[in-house]
């Protein structure tokens, strides 16, 4: 059962170590992680071979994503430790930043009591999606998001210049440019009133004004596109504005109804006021993302859509404080924690079903490196392996297993199939149509810059028992690196390999 704290009494060391369990169940997944996944695998072959080229897509366009990729880099060379190892510890440290930044941002500008703020960031902590951490790609995100929320407190403390330089740095997070005027209308909603109701308004218009001038500038001319037909703005999501739109009605008139049942007209106003900004930051947290057609799925534990949703933990955290603190008014303490018990429990069972596929995807990298290890090393060319009896996590890409084969022989000499392209069977045709027009910059990028043949060689995969989705203990059995649970089998497919797809009458990726 929870105790929630009462304001007189706010520092007890059991809410501390509640606080610190609420982390070690959400995050500590993360610390055992050791290999990186999904689109940054070839950002790991960077720091094993000391190579920036892995880093120079990041250099051109998002400097200081690429500044944190060396300076990781150069930590490691310096204490030994792994990148994966900094970069684990560097996630879980700016979630825990902003679980703080977030309990001060509800007590000193939305005013709270204790109780309410601590269980809004109880919640940041237990938010479900941060399970896609696993991989660093998703690192800068969380990093510069916790900057962000330092600068508006350390605003709010009149250090005017901090809270400056730490803004300017967190807009390298090009969603923020959005979620900063959403903050902008709630400091409007919260401290506007007749007397000064011109001059904030004047403040706001003008602030509003720099902030899309700046944003133009930055789209026009800075590294928000990577490509031509990146981050363009669109009509796909149309509908999610309509969505917003129907839950905000929703939202108001349960407001509306609640607030004509507040007695004392100051509680009134500032539920009112609190509400009117929980719409704002909602609103703003997504728009970003709709804007350019991408979907925010908080429940896409198989992938890591849900990086699209993490500006949404700061109105989850202001909504859960809201809640709590009408409950308290209703009910006694003793059923309040109950309900967020539940609350949290939930939670952490969401975050772990994302964490289950993750460890998924890390089992089956490793077990294939570890029966790569019992064979010999295949001719260079075309690789690919089908799945026997089970089927292939989401989101595992060629770079993936290319990764595996190079931990097993050294070599990047291999050109692999895709798992996460389910609907591409990898025969010789379409392996040879996939590489065909891989330059040599891209065949590195991909981790096959060494490959000097054009065989095809078939791989059977057995595994006996294994879920594509995973299972919570899936992380006992990776920390170990210990797989006989699956019973795992490599059988090389003679009769479906051959010395060179020209054999076939197919044109090789090196012809």
């Not at 390298?172 to 904030?200: E, I, M, Q």
Request: proline share 4%; hydrophobic share 50%.
């Amino acid at each position: 059962m929870l105790d929630l704290p009462s304001t007189a009494d706010m520092k007890r060391k059991h809410i501390y170590w509640l606080t610190a369990a609420i982390a070690v169940a959400s995050l500590f997944p993360l610390l055992l992680v050791k290999m990186e996944t999904w689109d940054f695998v070839n950002k790991e072959m960077g720091y094993l071979r000391q190579d920036p080229f892995y880093f120079q897509s990041f250099k051109d366009h998002y400097y200081l994503r690429y500044l944190l990729l060396i300076w990781t880099g150069k930590i490691s060379l310096l204490t030994s430790i792994p990148t994966k190892t900094i970069t684990s510890l560097l996630a879980v440290a700016s979630v825990l930043g902003i679980g703080r930044e977030s309990f001060v941002l509800l007590r000193n500008t939305f005013r709270f009591d204790y109780a309410p703020a601590i269980v809004g960031a109880w919640l940041v902590l237990a938010f479900p999606v941060w399970h896609t951490l696993v991989s660093g790609a998703v690192l800068s995100y969380i990093v510069l998001l916790w900057i962000f929320l330092a600068s508006v407190n350390q605003w709010q403390k009149k250090r005017r210049i901090l809270a400056a330089c730490l803004f300017i740095v967190s807009l390298s997070y090009h969603s923020l440019f959005a979620l900063v005027v959403g903050f902008a209308c709630c400091d409007f909603v919260l401290t506007v009133n007749r007397p000064n109701a011109r001059r904030k308004i004047l403040s706001i218009m003008a602030f509003g004004a720099v902030m899309l001038a700046w944003f133009t500038v930055v789209y026009l001319y800075g590294d928000i596109r990577s490509s031509g037909t990146d981050n363009n703005f669109n009509f796909d999501r149309l509908r999610s504005f309509l969505n917003y739109g129907i839950m905000a009605c929703v939202i108001g008139a349960g407001a509306f109804f609640t607030a004509t049942r507040i007695s004392d007209p100051q509680r009134r106003e500032t539920f009112i006021r609190r509400v009117l900004c929980l719409l704002i930051l909602g609103f703003f947290s997504g728009v970003a993302y709709w804007a350019v057609g991408k979907p925010m799925r908080f429940f896409a534990f198989g992938s890591y859509t849900a990086r699209h949703t993490y500006l949404t933990c700061i109105p989850f955290a202001l909504g859960a404080a809201m809640a709590v603190d009408l409950a308290l008014q209703k009910f006694s303490a003793r059923a309040v924690s109950s309900g967020v018990a539940f609350v949290l429990v939930a939670l952490l069972v969401l975050q772990h079903q994302g964490m289950s596929h993750k460890a998924a995807e890390l089992i089956y990298r490793d077990v294939l490196t570890q029966e790569f290890e019992k064979t010999d090393a295949p001719p260079s060319g075309y690789v690919a392996v089908f799945p026997v009896g089970f089927k292939q996590p989401r989101h595992v890409h060629e770079i993936g297993l290319a990764m595996s084969m190079y931990r097993a022989y050294g070599r990047t000499a291999w050109m692999l199939n895709d798992p996460f392209k389910r609907h591409i069977v990898p025969t010789p045709d379409k392996m040879v149509a996939m590489y065909k027009n891989y330059s040599p910059d891209i065949m590195k990028g991909a981790l096959g810059d060494e490959v000097s043949g054009d065989a095809y060689t078939k791989y059977d995969l057995h595994l006996d028992g294994f879920h594509q989705e995973g299972r919570f203990w899936y992380w006992w059995y990776y920390a170990v690196g210990d797989y006989s649970a699956f019973n795992p089998r490599l059988v090389k497919d003679d009769a479906k390999s051959t010395r060179s797809v020209r054999s076939l009458g197919l044109t090789g990726w090196n012809s």
